[in-house]
Structures are given as C-alpha cells and as structure tokens.
C-alpha cells in the first residue's frame, strides 16, 4: 500500500512567517495536488504538479515536485490568517480516478 | 455557477437509526464521489460514480452502507442501521471526464452518531 506522509501534522505560527510543508510518498506519483480545506468547508485545489522537478507560484504559495517525483513541499512566503487551514496532498494514480490523500498540515496563523 | 450542493449539513441520530445524506454535483459533471473525513483516518474515498454507474465501492466500510446515483444530478449515501463508529465529515465530490481532473467538493455533512 502506497503510503503518502505529511509534515508536520500541525503548525501556529505568527502573522509575517514563513513556512514550509512537505508530503512525501513510499512510491513515484504520477501526479500530486495540493488542497486547501477551511473549516466547515470542503477541500479546494490550489494546484496540480506532474513533472519532476516542477516548481509553480500562486501568489505567496510556491510549490515544488522533486525530481524523483516522490516528494512534493509547500512553501508560503508572510503567512496571513486567511492562510488558516487544512492543507492536504493527494495522489493521482496512473490512468485512474483516484486520489489517495495524505493526513494533512493543519495550519494556524495568528494575527 | 453553483457548487456541489449536499444535505443536511448537519445530522445527529441515534445508533440504529437509518441516515441518508444528498448530494447534488455539478451540472455537466459525469464523475461523482463520496469521501469519509475523521481525524484518525483522514479523507478516505468510499465510492466513486461515473456517468451515473458505480465504478468503484471498494472503500465502502460494510454493508451497511449504501450509495446510489438514479441520474445525473443526484446521488445519496445511506447508512443503515447506524453506528456511533460512523460519526465523520462526509463530503461528495464531482468532476469532469475520469477524475484526473480537478475535483470540486460540497461542503460536507458532519454526521454523529449517539
């Protein structure tokens, strides 16, 4: 059973820090996505990764897809406290519908 | 446009009981999917939907559980009869074309179970 690890599972940190999140598999993805869920909300998909080595930016989210493809880090640059939440990775398996999603970050910004 | 709509947002029933959760995925969606959320096992899929057809049940924890789609726009997950183990976010998905795509989740039925 592939197995998808995030760290760490919980983070408060101060209004103006920054921070980073990883998510890390047993196996090679085949894709990752990253999704942010609020409370009392579902997850919403910030981003989707493919390629090896891929970096994209979202305003202060930059996220990066190691080359071997079997990790994947969240960086924000001067976290706010909208940045609150659930932060979860998920796993596209090859030719499959399904997303195999990680234990999450569950972030706390403090004004 | 409006999102993935699902009723109620909120259930608490006595073990036993039967429940039935709603949910409406986006129009011109064909996949669909139901998720389970507790702190102990994360987001877990429990069945996944395609052009109305269950594809996939394999996450359905037993029995007891139960998911049809009797057309495009709607869907419902029953449980039945209900366990206080059953007490979790429960959240329905939609997405277009197999699911690689991205998927638009409601906002979740938060059920407990006495």
């Known amino acids: 059973t592939q197995l998808l690890e995030q760290s760490p599972q919980f983070l408060s940190i101060q209004e103006g820090e920054n921070l980073t999140v990883y998510c890390n598999s047993s196996?090679?993805?085949?894709?990752l996505q990253w999704y942010r869920q609020e409370p009392g909300e579902g997850p919403v998909l910030l981003v989707t990764?493919?390629?090896?080595?891929e970096v994209k930016k979202l305003k202060r989210l930059t996220f990066q897809f190691g080359d071997a493809r079997k990790d994947s880090s969240l960086h924000i640059t001067a976290a706010q406290p909208g940045d609150t939440g659930l932060y979860l990775c998920?796993?596209?398996?090859?030719?499959?519908?399904?997303?195999?999603f990680g234990s999450g970050t569950r972030l706390l910004v403090r004004p | 446009d409006a999102g993935v709509i699902q009723s109620p947002r909120h259930e608490v029933t006595e073990m036993g009981q039967e429940v039935t959760l709603r949910c409406k995925p986006i129009?011109?969606?064909?996949?669909l999917f139901w998720y389970r959320q507790t702190m102990m096992r994360g987001l877990e899929l429990l069945i996944y939907?395609?052009?109305?057809?269950?594809?996939?049940d394999s996450g359905m924890p037993e029995d007891r559980f139960s998911a049809k789609m009797p057309n495009a726009s709607f869907s419902t997950l029953k449980i039945q009869p209900s366990e206080p183990r059953d007490s979790a976010v429960y959240f329905c998905?939609?997405?277009?074309?197999?699911?690689?795509?991205?998927?638009?989740f409601g906002p979740g039925t938060r059920l407990l179970v006495l």
């Open positions: 998905a939609s997405s277009t074309d197999r699911g690689q795509e991205t998927q638009y």
């Open positions: 196996s090679v993805f085949s894709s």
């Open positions: 990764v493919v390629t090896g080595g």
């Open positions: 998920a796993e596209g398996m090859d030719s499959s519908y399904k997303l195999i």
């Open positions: 129009s011109g969606h064909n996949s």
């Open positions: 939907f395609n052009n109305n057809v269950p594809i996939d």
